[in-house]
């Protein structure tokens, strides 16, 4: 917490440290009221930096000094200067030895940042800067020192002591306590440093490299989950084997582990060797993990364990460049999910997320670079812009050199840059290089903020056989105020006949058609691209595949959107058709209703779903795709005011009216997938995922109707299913119904069994937290109260409070204002706990811009009220008051 108003941080002052660490000795003594921990730095003068010797400022915060001594002199405090973020040391030499000791407190550290305590074990979060919590040092990315690290605590409460690469030796010690050393021989910046103690059991495997020597893996989980690890461990062997056979990318240290913990700011980090996990990113079996938590278990844990090379052995210089790794690695993972599930679902359901989530984002306050060049707290840059877009531009690279070029690029990069800490521009340099292009304009991806709009016109010239598409970028205004320049924007596109078939494509200067599928560069502000030799007015298909992250406008009329539905040979734009159809039906709804009128549905958009729905042939996870109407949030985002009523009003009659005009062939799809549910067992593979996804949404879509039989299905489900994915469907579609009683009942039953399960329990605050019946505040107020509930534990913030905010959004966007006050009220509260989770909950309050002008005063009186409240954390300020300027 500070007084002072935080200061923000510009990359245009990046330098190079002063000093090096080359090694790093810890030894922590870990005890129930305090840990002692001792450092020894083995350092000298960046010889980069020139000659002369300045002063040493060392990072720390939180931490209570006990002794300091360079090289075998004891310092008194007149040898040295001591504040609340640094220790200041005067080296006599370019090479010497800094010795720490100092006190510190992860018993009360609710932060969840540095050393801390999750249930009785103890844990590290260090990324980003949270080292300095731990000891004093040069907690920068670019500093890189081999880690010794010795780990000494009560041998009964903390049989298990780990850390950061191979075990070199153990014993016992006095007074009941045991110690345990590692060596981590790899370089690696303070963020990657981890430590755990505890209780805790592990399953353990073998992989064996492509190379022939084994690794040991193992997971390791509080005792009660030893049964729950399976998934995660299939999912690691994938991941090793898959990084190997795409990127040519072996693990290195002979044993890989995985630490589970219920008390976790985010998804997992990737400690080298060592990662650690929130529980929800590990443990999955059938009877407690949804389908979806067991993807998001497979994603994550390939992501980690990609880190090894995109983020260890290659890393980031400073925090600007965070994308460097994230987004590399999270576009690493999504092909990776690709590869092992549907490659079309997975696509779609990416960039669903990134379009409501990310470009709300690139549109507010908050709107940044993917490479960002000032920042107040970094914490608050681990966004959607600097992940999933970052991973678009990395995707774009991959398009624009094609899949040879891009891994002649990775290997040049990850060859040229192992063991060092580097840029986005030595990341676009490496694919430069290894494939003799220029790639300039190009980076305009990292430096300019906003998402791109690209308008798409058409002209037909018949006499001559031509058909051209004029492609005009435009680009929002973002908070730095400034003028953008023409992105690259590479298009992948077809042309289709009347019968749905792709045309070949032959540009007028060409001599031949080359494919029927292709990438064109757009580079330029207004760029027109002319096909020759046909013989009609072709229909474009654009954008396949979401070729870039851009708005793209074309404009089609419905009926053409519903033969794209049927007939485009890219299945991400036969989805893209039907949501760009619904769209279209949504907003008429949404004026209906602005104007006081009745709904009057356009019978397309339930003709063009009964044709998907009737489709057999269809694999039954995109005709669940298909079935799902834009969201709430989506239709939110492409609004300039958003109606948070009428939007809700109008996407409710849709889908009551297909789901009574279309509830026979519902009923149909619902019946035939339930039975085969039944007669199966649960396999956490991607066609058990496809069919429990159809059957899943034709029950949600069912129980609209009203009819007794549904309110029958859905207890049948409920009851008799062997797993989560079934009995939380069953479960919300409840909750989301009228029959009052069978809801209370089920909620009671599902709590009862599940009360001993927080993963389970965060899912049961989820759904309630999610239904939109009147009186949502109430009920989320109710539920704080809930034993199983608490304000320290993340994952229940975000279970409860973070799915009213961001999901409930006609209960949130309640006009008395009262969601917005609920919401700034935690906001303070968990300010003082924990500032990152306060951060991240605010969210939805700066978005105020999109609203009404009534609501828009409640929003802005709200963060203002969060600004007055006191002493902020650098995290909520920057929010709070980036949101208000
Ligand atoms: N690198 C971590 C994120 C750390 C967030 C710190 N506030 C997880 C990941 O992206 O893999
Ligand atoms: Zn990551």
Redesign the pocket.
């Known amino acids: 917490m500070r007084t002072e108003q935080p200061q923000a941080i510009y990359l245009k002052d990046y330098q190079a440290p002063e000093y090096l660490i080359d090694e790093t000795h810890l030894t922590f003594e870990l005890f129930e009221d305090h840990t002692l921990v001792h450092a020894q730095l083995v350092m000298r003068r960046n010889p980069a930096r020139g000659t002369g010797l300045p002063a040493l400022v060392l990072d720390g915060q939180q931490l209570e000094l006990l002794s300091v001594q360079l090289d075998d002199q004891t310092l008194s405090s007149a040898d040295y200067q001591c504040d609340d973020n640094s220790l200041t040391l005067h080296p006599r030499g370019e090479q010497f030895t800094v010795d720490t000791s100092v006190r510190i407190h992860p018993e009360s550290n609710t932060a969840l ?1 540095g050393l801390y305590k999750s249930g009785s074990m103890f844990c590290t ?1 260090c ?2 800067e ?1 080292f300095r919590k731990i000891t004093y040092y040069l907690d920068r990315p670019d500093v890189m020192s081999t880690f010794t690290t010795t780990v000494i605590a009560e041998q009964h409460r903390y049989p298990v002591l780990l850390s950061n690469g191979n075990p070199v030796g153990s014993g016992p010690g006095e007074d009941g306590r045991h110690w345990a050393t590692w060596e981590d021989p790899f370089k690696k910046p303070a963020y990657l440093f981890a430590l755990v103690a505890g209780d805790l059991w592990c399953v353990e495997d073998v992989f064996t490299r492509q190379s022939g020597r084994d690794v040991t893996l193992r997971i390791y989980v509080e005792p009660e989950n030893i049964d729950k690890c399976q998934h995660a461990m299939v999912s690691l062997k994938k991941s090793m084997r898959w990084d190997e056979e795409v990127y040519g990318r072996e693990y290195d240290l002979d044993i890989f582990m995985i630490v589970a913990v219920n008390d976790f ?6 400690n080298k060797g060592l990662n650690i996990f929130n529980s929800s990113c590990v443990l999955a079996r059938a009877e407690t993990a949804t389908d979806a938590a067991h993807q998001r278990v497979e994603a ?1 844990v390939a ?2 364990y990609f ?1 090894n090379w995109s ?1 260890n052995r290659v890393t980031c210089r400073d925090w600007f460049q965070l994308s460097l ?2 987004g590399f ?1 999270v576009f690493r993972d999504a092909e990776f999910s690709a590869d092992m599930n549907s490659r079309t679902v997975k696509r779609i359901e990416d960039v669903a997320y990134l379009r409501t989530h990310q470009f709300a984002e690139d549109a507010g306050p908050m709107a940044h670079p993917v490479r960002p060049d000032s920042f107040i707290e ?2 608050n840059f ?1 966004t959607l812009t600097v ?1 999933e877009k970052g991973s678009e531009v990395v995707r774009m690279v991959r398009t624009l050199l094609g899949a040879e070029g891009f891994r002649k690029g990775s290997d040049l990069y990850f060859e040229r840059h192992d063991g060092q800490a580097v840029t986005c521009d030595d990341f676009i340099q490496a694919m430069e290089d290894a494939n003799g292009v220029d790639l300039t304009q190009f980076k305009r991806w990292y430096v300019q903020a906003g998402t791109p709009r690209l308008a798409v016109s058409e002209a037909w010239d018949a006499a001559a056989g031509r058909y051209s598409l004029t492609f005009r970028q435009s680009y929002p205004q973002t908070p730095d105020g400034r003028d953008k320049l023409p992105f690259v924007i590479p298009v992948e596109l077809g042309l289709l006949d009347a019968e749905g078939q792709d045309l070949p494509l032959q540009l007028a200067d060409e001599t031949t058609a080359h494919g029927t599928s292709r990438v064109l560069a757009v580079t330029e502000a207004e760029q027109t691209f002319v096909f020759q030799g046909l013989t009609a007015k072709p229909l474009p298909s654009l954008l396949r595949g979401f070729s870039a992250p851009v708005k793209l406008s074309f404009p089609y009329d419905r009926d053409q959107l519903m033969f794209l539905m049927q007939h485009d040979s890219d299945g991400f734009n036969r989805w893209e058709a039907g949501q760009q159809l619904s769209v279209q039906v949504l907003q008429e709804l949404i004026a209906q209703h602005q104007r006081g009128e009745a709904f009057n549905l356009d019978p397309r958009l339930i003709q063009a779903l009964g044709t998907v729905l009737a489709d057999e042939t269809l694999d039954p996870a995109m005709v669940a795709e298909m079935l799902s109407l834009p969201g709430e949030a989506y239709l939110t985002e492409i609004s300039q005011v958003a109606d948070v009523d009428a939007i809700h009003a109008a996407r409710e009659f849709a889908r009551t009216q297909i789901a009574e005009q279309l509830q026979p062939r519902l009923w149909a799809r619902y019946q035939a997938n339930r039975a085969q549910s039944r007669e199966t067992a649960y396999v956490a593979s991607a066609e058990h995922f496809a069919r429990r996804s159809l059957q899943n949404i034709a029950l949600s879509y069912l129980m609209l109707t009203g009819n007794p039989d549904v309110l029958a299905a859905t207890l049948e489900q409920f009851e008799h299913c062997d797993n989560m994915t079934e009995r939380l469907t069953a479960l919300a579609v409840l909750v989301n119904s009228p029959f009052t009683a069978e809801r209370a009942k089920a909620l009671e039953a599902f709590a009862e069994h599940f009360k001993d399960n927080p993963l389970v329990m965060d899912q049961w605050f989820s759904v309630q937290a999610g239904s939109t019946q009147p009186g949502g505040l109430a009920r989320v107020k109710a539920l704080m109260q809930h034993p199983a509930f608490t304000l320290k534990n993340p994952n229940k913030v975000r279970a409860l409070i973070g799915a009213f905010a961001g999901q409930n959004l006609v209960n949130f966007h309640a006009a008395d204002g009262s969601g917005y006050r609920f919401l700034a009220d935690l906001v303070i509260e968990l300010n003082a706990l924990n500032p ?1 989770i306060a951060s991240r909950q605010l969210a939805p309050l700066t978005r105020w811009r999109k609203y009404d002008d009534a609501r828009q005063a409640l929003m802005k009186g709200e963060l203002e009220r969060i600004l007055a409240s006191g002493s902020l954390s650098s995290d909520v300020y920057e929010v709070v008051s980036k949101s208000l300027a």
């Open positions: 940042e979060q990324e980003a949270g700011n985010m998804g997992a980090m990737e994550v992501h980690e880190h983020g790794k994230e690695t970094i914490s681990y992940y990152q």
